[in-house]
């Protein structure tokens, strides 16, 4: 199975910042890869797929980038309604795996 | 409009199978592309990946849980079931089902349900 490491686990920020959350597959999965968005007792809500295509609807100060086995999300300027976990998900090969997530807090 | 929505029960006995359904609308499990998968998520843990099926009735799994596991379709009610045996505390999860299309990423997702294990 390939193993996807989020890092970090929790990342405090205030709004306005610019953050990064990586995330790195322990085998190439080209650009096959998802970042979801969770709120506190809500289904995940997809961000971007294939690495770095912003999904319709998603503000532009999230973006995605990378390739083979390190990928990044960044928020450009960080808004209230940001704060939450994130999670990376590949698709490259079965079993299709996702990281452990990512907690934004309010710093 | 897309929506998913899981159904089943909410608490299930040790030893015992679980079947979940997860019912759909605004796209048909018959077009090419298309698909649905299930993902859980123990409380205040990670998402995990369990199965999916496809519109061609392709089925794969999480090989940790493939001798637990079955999904199935049915594509004039635009439902997908899935059936887990042999419950045991430790799949006390939320159960979400996720549309994917043309690529194996989950755009639309169900609201989840909380299934609890226990005697």
């Known amino acids: 199975d390939i193993q996807m490491t989020q890092s970090p686990s929790t990342l405090s920020a205030s709004v306005g910042d610019r953050v990064t959350i990586t995330c790195r597959a322990s085998?190439?999965?080209?650009?096959?890869l998802a970042w979801y968005q969770q709120k506190p007792g809500r289904a995940p809500n997809l961000l971007i797929y294939t690495a770095s295509t912003l999904e319709s609807g998603v503000p532009s100060r999230f973006s995605g980038s990378g390739s083979g086995t390190e990928f990044t999300l960044t928020i450009s300027s960080l808004q209230p309604d940001d704060f939450a976990t994130y999670y990376c998900q590949h698709y490259n090969s079965y079993p299709y795996t996702f990281g452990q997530g990512t907690k934004l807090e309010i710093k | 409009q897309i929506t998913l929505k899981e159904s089943g029960p909410t608490l299930v006995k040790p030893t015992q199978t679980l079947t979940l359904t997860c019912t759909f609308s605004?796209?048909?499990?018959?077009?090419?592309?298309?698909?649905v998968a299930w993902i859980r998520q123990p409380p205040g843990k990670a998402l995990e990946w369990l199965t999916l099926?496809?519109?061609?009735?392709?089925?794969r799994y999480s090989p940790s849980l493939k001798s637990r596991l079955t999904i199935t379709k049915d594509t004039s009610k635009n439902q997908v079931v899935l059936t887990m045996t042999n419950m045991d505390p430790v799949d006390t999860a939320t159960y979400y089902c996720a549309h994917f299309a043309n690529s194996d990423y989950f755009d639309y997702w169900g609201q989840g349900t909380l299934v609890t294990v226990s005697s």
């Open positions: 605004g796209f048909s499990l018959s077009t090419s592309g298309v698909g």
């Open positions: 099926i496809y519109w061609d009735d392709d089925k």
């Open positions: 085998q190439s999965i080209n650009t096959w």
